[in-house]
């Protein structure tokens, strides 16, 4: 460790006021003000616009309910007005130092830390995990700094011809790459606490060998100077604990996807900027393309397992923010690097992806409200998890407000109208319903949630100058515009889906966590249909109710009904991967990273017109039966036989068990063996070996009817073939 690294790192440990801190304290006081005093304006000038000017029970409710969505579209409003001003300005005065100090630049400075990058993953696409892997694998190469990381494939797979699969990918990257002592990979057989309890069980094994440790998604991508500037920050700030990068989307060819990775290169880099104005040094942590300060973090973000049942009880799912402000809490530093380049994620493919994840992280942040006054935790983390709540609570609140708007027009429908609302009163109030008044309100509205994107339009046409990254200007604009109308389209369709998601949750409903596709795919009618047909009916129904007793507030409803009416045929057409491609040809949602990919990008599905699909091949997987391959061809049963830890006994009935299955596969076949029972096979060292040579002692007929083998091979050439 360099002289004085102890030191800094000591003192990092304790809570210590900084003047970012002061900053921070006096931008966010800005922040809150500006949020309340437009939702204050916005709130009376919606009483004065109802009927009987929010007199009523009925109009005080939706007066109620209208303040607090107004004010939670006025934060990513506000925040989006901070970042433009931020860039504007170019430079923020609390950015943290990103280039190494002068002593650090000498000849004999000391040797990098060693840094280990993490990628758990269950059950993925194994080629498309290796392949991301191997690009940012070379990228670092590249950059003459290798020798300072370790990449670490951390399994959690269940699967087990993923499981096999898996460790051919590996072992054929690491042959190619030359990378036996650089690219690791462990299999974790109980699935404890998923994606953190996978990080934590690496950190208790070797989390002490590194200073810091750089978390990927199973769809990352990073670039290579990108992690050798990360450690360099760390390096150069050692009060901070977690350092985030914002991941651009790339890669995908749906028409919904390209839409969202138009919109993260368009307007995410504003946002990002907003976020670290208010938040500083106390920004969130989103579990993936950061890297995080070893030792502290195994020391104070150990998470806690919450009383009850789930889903609002048990293991922790949204990980990410809770261990953000542990290590706030520490004493450590969490910073956002809004203007650092070179991360890179996918998106989801369809509309129902992205609504079958969001469901995951609804849960994860609705959890996260009973650890809002958990003692010693920062306000702004307390304001960041009731911020992740409320993303999916306001969907709730949304239907919640406009069922409490169709109730109100009906009854103004058909009831005689009430002169004196209020008790005791003198003089009557006459209703009065002004059309300008209200047009005015929803244009405002409308000005909170789209000015924004006028600004970064703004920001990359003047400021920044980089319309031709785009296409050129029209081609930018009109993305914008196209972006803004997909957006206002699927926006009741998501409001009905996550306020569904609330109250399962709230109703006791628990969550399956399952791998998200890796592949551009097109939703079939089918799949539309059980998934927003609901929905769908729900809005005939209502629409119909409200056309028959006040159609002039039908009108108004109609940009809602609309498109949960059309929400089938909208999943199915935004899913199309044809569309999509053409849309790219004609130059429709174009991203710098696909007029110019990076070399880390080049080659990847979606990175380039001329890509194709994840090819397995490409690694040496045959995708068909990993479970076959381990048993019957000789090298792949080696390798995964070196890779269990051997010499463990176990219960005379447990062995007694695996001898059954032994005996079961030679009679019967794997075709007769279930996943679970294949994966304890595939676990035990001593039963795998004794099938592998069990197998090859058959007689030709059952070896190749049972296993797809033929006798004289003296490598599988059949089923689950690896060459």
């Known amino acids: 460790m360099p002289r004085g690294m102890g030191r800094d790192m000591e003192r990092g440990r304790h809570r210590l006021v900084h003047s970012w801190e002061k900053a921070a304290h006096a931008r966010r006081m800005l922040l809150l003000t500006l949020i309340l005093a437009t939702t204050l304006a916005a709130s009376a000038y919606m009483a004065s616009i109802l009927p009987y000017r929010g007199t009523t029970v009925l109009e005080a409710a939706l007066v109620g309910f209208f303040a607090l969505l107004f004010a939670w579209i006025s934060i990513g409003f506000w925040t989006s007005l901070l970042g433009f001003v931020l860039l504007l300005r170019g430079r923020d005065r609390f950015d943290l130092p990103m280039d190494p100090p002068a002593d650090r630049e000498a000849p004999e400075a000391p040797a990098a830390p060693l840094t280990a990058i993490l990628i758990p993953i269950y059950n993925e696409h194994v080629a498309r995990v290796f392949q991301g892997l191997e690009a940012t694998y070379r990228s670092l190469e590249a950059t003459g700094r290798l020798d300072g990381f370790h990449f670490f494939v951390l399994s959690d797979s269940t699967d087990p011809d993923k499981w096999v699969q898996e460790e051919i990918a590996w072992a054929r990257t690491c042959e190619r790459r030359n990378a036996f002592n650089r690219i690791f990979y462990r299999h974790r057989r109980p699935n404890i606490k998923r994606k953190s309890g996978n990080i934590a069980d690496f950190c208790r094994r070797w989390g002490r060998n590194y200073r810091y440790l750089i978390v990927l998604d199973a769809d990352s991508v990073m670039a290579g100077d990108t992690l050798v500037k990360m450690v360099a920050v760390m390096e150069r700030n050692p009060q901070v604990g977690i350092l985030q990068t914002p991941p651009q989307a790339v890669g995908r060819e749906n028409l919904i996807a390209r839409a969202q990775q138009f919109a993260s290169s368009a307007y995410g880099g504003m ?170 309100l929803l244009t405002s509205t409308l000005v909170i949630l789209f000015l924004p994107k006028i600004f970064s339009l703004f920001l990359l046409v003047v400021r920044q100058r980089r319309a031709r990254a785009f296409g050129g200007f029209r081609k930018l604009v009109q993305g914008v515009a196209g972006e803004v109308l997909l957006s206002t389209l699927l926006a009741p369709v998501r409001m009905l889906a996550h306020s569904k998601f609330v109250l399962g949750i709230l109703f006791g409903r628990k969550v399956a966590w399952n791998p998200p596709p890796r592949d551009d795919y097109r939703t079939s009618w089918g799949q539309a249909l059980r998934f927003h047909g609901g929905g769908t009916l729900l809005a005939l129904v209502w629409g119909a109710v409200v056309y028959v007793f006040n159609r002039s507030f039908f009108w108004w409803l109609t940009p809602i009904l609309v498109p949960l009416v059309l929400a089938v045929p909208l999943s199915v057409w935004t899913s199309d991967i044809g569309l999509g491609r053409r849309l790219r040809r004609w130059g429709f949602f174009l991203t710098p990273a696909e007029i110019d990919p990076p070399p880390e990008l080049q080659g990847l599905s979606g990175s380039r017109p001329d890509a194709g699909p994840t090819d397995a091949s490409v690694l040496g997987i045959d995708a068909r039966d990993g479970f076959v391959c381990a048993v019957a061809d000789p090298r792949i049963s080696a390798l995964h036989i070196a890779l269990q830890r051997g010499g463990r006994r176990v219960a005379p009935r447990i062995a007694a068990r695996r001898r059954k ?31 592998h040579r069990l197998v090859w002692e058959l007689p030709e007929g059952p070896l190749s009817r049972r296993w797809g083998i033929s006798a004289g091979m003296t490598s599988l050439e059949g089923k689950g073939a690896t060459r």
């Not at 990980?319 to 890179?344: I, T």
């Not at 075709?671 to 096979?681: G, M, N, P, Q």
Request: with cysteine; glycine share 8%.
């Open 661 to 691: 299955l032994v005996d079961k596969a030679l009679d019967q076949g794997p075709d007769h063996l279930s996943k679970r029972e294949k994966t304890e096979l595939l676990g035990d060292a001593e039963s795998l070996s004794a099938l």
């Open 271 to 440: 946002f990002a900027a907003g976020l670290h104005f208010w938040q500083i040094g106390d920004a969130q942590y989103w579990g993936h393309n950061a890297i995080i300060r070893a030792e502290p973090f195994m020391q104070h973000c150990g998470l806690p397992r919450l009383p009850g049942r789930p889903p609002l009880g048990g293991d922790i799912l949204s990980h990410d923010f809770v261990e953000a402000a542990l290590m706030r809490r520490a004493g450590w530093g969490v910073w956002l690097a809004y203007d650092m380049p070179g991360s890179y994620e996918e998106p989801p493919p369809t509309l129902i992806d992205e609504l079958v994840r969001d469901r995951r992280w609804c849960q994860g942040n609705i959890q996260h409200l009973r650890l809002l006054f958990t003692r010693g935790i920062f306000p702004a983390h307390r304001a960041l998890f009731l911020n992740g709540a409320m993303s999916y609570v306001s969907a709730l609140l949304w239907s919640l407000f406009l069922g409490l708007s169709t109730a109100k027009a009906i009854v103004q429908a058909i009831r005689e109208p009430e002169y004196f609302p209020q008790e005791g009163s003198l003089f009557p109030t006459w209703p009065v319903w002004d059309l300008g008044w209200a047009v005015t």
